[in-house]
C-alpha cells in the first residue's frame, strides 16, 4: 500500500529563518512526486513535480529536492505569506493520475 | 495553468437531504476528474474516480450509493451527496489531469455542512 509521511506536522518560524519540510514516502513505483500549498478553505495550488532521484525544483524562496525515499521542500528566508499548509502527493506508476496525499505541514512565518 | 472550478463553495442542509456540488473544467477537456474529501486538519483522501461516458471508480470504504457521481460531459463532473448526515459535513475537492502526467488541477473546494 503507498504511503506519504510528511514531517513535521506543524512548523513556527521567523521571518527569514530557513528551513526545511520533509516528506517520507513508500510506493511500489514512483511516476512522479508533487508538492502543492493550500490556504485555509482553499483548493492545493500546486508546486512542483518531480520524477527521479536527485532532480531539484525552484521557485522564489522554495526548493524541493527528492530520494528514493523522501522529498525535503526548502524554503529559504520565508515570509509571512508564505504560511499555509503543504501537502506532498506521490502518483504511482500505473496508476490512472490519482495522487495519494500526506497529510500536509502547516508552516506559520512570524513577522 | 488549466483552471478548476466549484459549485457551490459553501452549502449548508439540513439531515436528510440531497446535495449535488459541480466541478467544471473551465479552458481544457477532461476525461478524467478526481473527488477528494478532507477533514479539518486531515489531509486529501481520494473518493472517486469519474470517467465521462462510464461508472465511475470508488475507493475502498466509498458507499456509491450515497456518493453519485456522473460525469456529464468532457468539461463537467458532478457528485450528488444523497440523504446527507451530520458525519457528511466536510471540505470536498475535486481535480482534473492535464494531458501530462505531471499536471494535475484542483478545484476551490466545496464546504458541506449538515445540520
Known amino acids: 500500500e503507498d504511503q506519504v509521511t510528511q514531517s513535521p506536522e506543524a512548523l513556527r518560524l521567523q521571518e527569514g529563518e530557513s528551513s526545511s519540510l520533509n516528506c517520507s514516502y513508500t510506493v511500489s513505483g514512483l511516476r512522479g512526486l508533487f508538492w502543492y500549498r493550500q490556504d485555509p478553505g482553499k483548493g492545493p495550488e500546486f508546486l512542483f513535480t518531480l520524477y527521479s532521484a536527485g532532480e531539484e525544483k525552484e521557485k522564489e524562496r522554495l526548493k524541493a529536492t527528492l530520494t528514493k525515499k523522501e522529498s525535503f521542500l526548502h524554503i529559504t528566508a520565508p515570509k509571512p505569506e508564505d504560511s499555509a499548509t503543504y501537502l506532498c502527493?506521490?502518483?504511482?506508476?500505473?496508476?490512472?493520475?490519482?495522487?495519494?496525499f500526506g497529510s500536509g505541514t502547516q508552516l506559520t512565518v512570524l513577522p | 495553468g488549466a483552471v478548476v472550478s466549484q459549485h457551490p463553495s459553501r452549502v449548508i442542509c439540513k439531515s436528510g437531504t440531497s446535495v449535488k456540488i459541480e466541478c467544471r473544467s473551465l479552458?481544457?477537456?477532461?476525461?478524467?476528474m478526481f473527488w477528494y474529501r478532507q477533514f479539518p486538519k486531515q489531509s486529501l483522501m481520494l473518493m472517486a474516480t469519474?470517467?465521462?461516458?462510464?461508472?465511475?471508480?470508488?475507493e475502498q470504504g466509498v458507499e456509491k450509493d450515497k456518493f453519485l457521481i456522473n460525469h456529464a460531459s468532457l468539461t463537467l463532473s458532478t457528485l450528488t451527496v444523497t440523504s446527507a448526515h451530520p458525519e457528511d459535513s466536510s471540505f470536498y475537492i475535486c481535480s482534473a489531469p492535464g494531458q501530462t502526467y505531471n499536471e494535475q488541477f484542483f478545484g476551490p473546494g466545496t464546504r458541506l455542512t449538515v445540520l
Open positions: 479552458d481544457f477537456q477532461a476525461t478524467t
Open positions: 469519474s470517467n465521462e461516458g462510464s461508472k465511475a471508480t470508488y
Open positions: 502527493a506521490v502518483q504511482p506508476s500505473g496508476s490512472a493520475r490519482q495522487l495519494t
